[in-house]
Each structure stands twice: as C-alpha cells, then as structure tokens.
C-alpha cells in the first residue's frame, strides 16, 4: 500500500505508521498540516496534560497545552491522530484529525459532562467474566455505548477454562447472545488459548478498545493476544471477581497479527452520554415489536394494543429486558436533559400533559366532567 500526505515526502517512511492504522483518507486529512511543516502520529498514551505519540520517525513525547477547550470531548484522546511540532522542548499537539468514532461515557460527577475513553475505535470489545454470575443489564449498558460510539460492538466471555462444562458455556454464550442481537460473542481463556484465534482475527482489520469492569480480565486477555506480558496483571477476588485496578491508563498496541487495541481501566461506573441510537440498537427486537403498537407513541407501559406488552405476555419477550430497556432509556433521557435546556423544557411540558389527564381521569372517576 502506498500512502500520500508524507510529512517526509516519503511514501517507505510513512508505511511505518501502517501497522497504527494510517491510510489514504487520513493522509487527505493531514495533507493541510504536512504543508506547514506538522508531523503526523497517533496518540498511544495520554497522561496530565502530556501525550506519547507513535510517529514515522518513532515515538515522542509532546504537550498538549494548545489543545484544551473547555469541553471535554474535545481534548486529546488515546487514539487520535495529531499533528505535531517537528520540533521543539517541549513540542506540541496543534490539533487532532476529525474522529472517525468516539467511545464516549459520562462522569461520575453531578454535572452534565462526558468523558472520551478513546478514539478512531473499530470494534469495541466488551469483556465480560465467566468467573462470576453474568450481569446481563450491564452488558447492555456497555453495548448501549459500543453502538452509539460508531464501532462494532463484540462481547468476549473471558476466562472460560473457568466453566465446568461445554454444555454450561454453549448456555451462557446463548444468554449473552440474546441479550446482544447482531454482536459477535466470543469464549475465550487466557490460560488454555481456546478463542483467541477467533478473537486475532476479528480484531486484525482495525483498531479495538478492550472494555470491562475491573477484574474482567482484561489485561490477561491483552497479554494473550499481544504475546508478551506487556500489562501488568493483578489477582482479583474468586468470591467476586473484583480487584484493584491493573491499568492506569488508556495504551495504544499494535497486534502481532495485524490491528491495534487500546486497553483501558476497569470501569466501575459505566453511564450513559446521550445514547438513544445506542440503546435503541442493543434493543433492536423492542423497537420492531414498538412498531406495530396500537399508538405511535406508545410508552409499553399500560396502552391497549401495545405489541411489546403482549410480547412479554406470550413469552416472546423477556420481562428483565423490557425493563431494562426503560431504565437505560429513562436514564440517557436524564443525562441528555441536564445539557439541553430544550429537552428539559419539553420533558417538564410532557409531565404537566400527563399530570392534566391524570387529573382529569380522577375527575371522571369521581362523577365530575372533563
């Protein structure tokens, strides 16, 4: 493959980037930067205000100072594409190329504002332990935000030497399977090497971002697939599966056999930002079963002719999922609200509607007119 937009003019010097995921559109991209001079490099680690940047000439360290807004999607990320000053002490990021996908979540603070784990993402890998009890609602919550990020979602069950028996595992594959309509799931053990190959090769046509709880096995999993132990790993708990946290910070690693994955800390809050897209994909089968309800707008609450309801009535439903469906919806709606005054405005219109017909559905009850 040969590359245009050379910072050096050189399509051989600029292949070194190839294995970090470049290609023709992101040389177009850089092409108004390599005439000022810039220099093209991915962002493998980004620490207090500082980055480790992978560029044709090797690696570097740079500043961030210049690219710092205000909001914090907007800052640099693992995963970026920079241009940065040839030179310099320090040298710094100019800016960051128009991302391609961003996986994006919400803080743990009271205020309305996101956090971008990583960039430029292909697949987004979501580790799950067969180590303890599969929490299906959080599955969805991570696929919610693999979905709306712009990647491809995959659930690898990790440490599945762990499961007595093939039977049990086909089981909770089928669950999650379920629970993941349209998602590759994937066993996997890091000690007995059983899916990994599978995994290698869907991993190998891009860049992935390894995401789980803390305990999840992630790092191992890392390990396994880069074939070194290049992240550190630490015990977790066998009564449930937790530890401390084994990464600090989001990497960027090229894959021996092709691709390149971001590790990430183990996340013990995963909320939603702004994910109806997102929600409404993990729960494709809802939104079919919504289209043929009785109303429009119909809430699968209590409506007559409601398909979803009758749905869970027949068993072709889950109860668990319908419910959890409304709780990833009613909170997304939340978080949406608290940046948009516009919605809030018309979510507090629709709770007086709703109040007026209560009100007036008292007043017939009790003899009185509408």
Same mark, same amino acid.
């Given at each position: ?12 010097s ?17 092409a108004?930067?390599?005439? =000022?001079?810039?220099? /093209? #490099?991915?962002?493998?680690r ?34 970026d ?9 320090p ?10 996908s961003?996986?994006?979540r919400?803080?743990?603070?009271k205020?309305?504002?996101?956090q ?7 697949h987004?890998?979501v ?28 659930v ?5 030497d ?28 890091s ?12 991993l ?24 070194e ?27 021996p056999?092709?691709?390149v ?6 996340l013990? #809050?995963?909320g939603?930002?702004d /994910? ?8 494709? =089968?809802?939104e ?12 699968h609450?209590? =409506? ?19 419910e ?10 939340r ?6 005054a ?9 709770w007086?509607?709703?109040?007026? =017909? ?7 009850k009790?003899g009185?007119?509408?």
């Amino acid at each position: 493959m040969t590359f245009s937009g050379s910072p050096s003019g050189s399509a051989s010097s600029l292949s070194a980037l190839a294995p970090y995921g470049w290609d023709d559109a992101w040389a177009d991209a850089f092409a108004p930067y390599d005439a =000022e001079g810039l220099v /093209a #490099g991915r962002v493998v680690r980004v620490d207090r205000g500082q980055c480790d940047v992978i560029t044709a000439d090797g690696p570097l360290r740079a500043d961030t100072a210049f690219v710092t807004p205000h909001d914090p999607l907007r800052v640099v990320c693992t995963g970026d594409w920079v241009a940065v000053e040839p030179a310099g002490d320090p040298r710094y990021v100019r800016t960051y190329l128009p991302r391609r996908s961003a996986f994006v979540r919400s803080t743990s603070s009271k205020r309305a504002e996101g956090q971008i784990l990583a960039a430029n993402v292909d697949h987004a890998v979501v580790a799950v332990s067969l180590a303890v009890e599969l929490d299906l609602g959080r599955v969805e919550r991570f696929l919610a935000l693999a979905w709306e990020s712009g990647a491809q979602p995959v659930v690898v069950l990790t440490k599945a030497d762990l499961v007595p028996d093939a039977v049990t595992l086909a089981y909770l594959v089928q669950d999650v399977e379920t629970t993941a309509p349209g998602v590759p799931v994937i066993p996997v053990s890091s000690t007995s090497g059983e899916g990994l190959d599978v995994l290698g090769a869907v991993l190998s046509g891009g860049t992935s971002v390894l995401l789980g709880q803390s305990g999840a096995g992630k790092s191992t999993l890392a390990n396994a697939l880069l074939g070194e132990d290049v992240m550190d790993v630490q015990a977790t708990r066998d009564v449930d599966g937790k530890g401390r946290h084994t990464t600090t910070t989001r990497n960027l690693l090229a894959l021996p056999g092709g691709g390149v994955l971001i590790d990430t800390p183990g996340l013990r #809050g995963v909320g939603l930002w702004d /994910a109806e897209t997102g929600v409404n994909q993990v729960f494709a =089968e809802i939104e079919e079963l919504g289209a043929r309800c009785r109303f429009h707008d119909c809430a699968h609450v209590a =409506e007559p002719g409601c398909a979803v309801l009758l749905a869970v009535d027949t068993g072709a439903l889950s109860p668990r999922r319908l419910e959890s469906y409304r709780k990833l919806l009613r909170e997304n709606q939340r978080i949406v609200a608290k940046s948009d005054a516009r919605l809030r405005a018309e979510i507090r219109k629709e709770w007086k509607r709703k109040g007026a =017909e209560g009100r007036a559905a008292m007043e017939a009850k009790r003899g009185g007119r509408h």
